[in-house]
């Protein structure tokens, strides 16, 4: 069984057991799990279920690997840069995106 999810954006294919980065947002300090309500799509081998955007009921449950605030990984180092030609100036500033990693203990449709 496998669900397509909405989150920050992007849209993740998941199944059980699964591993995911998405990105931060507003948890409890204290919080084991989280419910990720925006599910696109969910096929169990013979039946897909497809919203329009979103399937009533449909939801994923994912859990944290220790805790909400331990489970923040930074992503790889960005450098956008910004370069005017033939005035001698360039910038380059550079980043880390912050995600939250969580794990897909279920898929509910």
Do not use: C, W
């Not at 496998?2 to 300090?29: C, H, M, R, W």
């Not at 599910?39 to 497809?50: C, T």
């Not at 840069?81 to 910038?91: A, E, L, P, V």
């Amino acid at each position: 069984m496998y669900a397509v999810i909405e989150q920050g954006g992007k849209q993740f294919k998941v199944s059980e057991g699964d591993v995911i980065n998405i990105e931060l947002t507003e948890v409890a300090p204290d919080a084991k799990t989280i419910e990720l309500n925006k599910v696109l799509f969910v096929s169990d081998g013979q039946s897909i279920k497809v919203g329009t955007p979103y399937l009533d009921g449909a939801k994923v449950i994912a859990s944290f690997k220790v805790s909400a605030a331990d489970s923040v990984v930074s992503g790889p180092k960005l450098y956008p840069q910004t370069f005017r030609r033939r005035k001698n100036s360039g910038k380059k500033i550079g980043h880390r995106q912050k995600y939250l990693q969580i794990t897909i203990d279920s898929i509910e449709a």
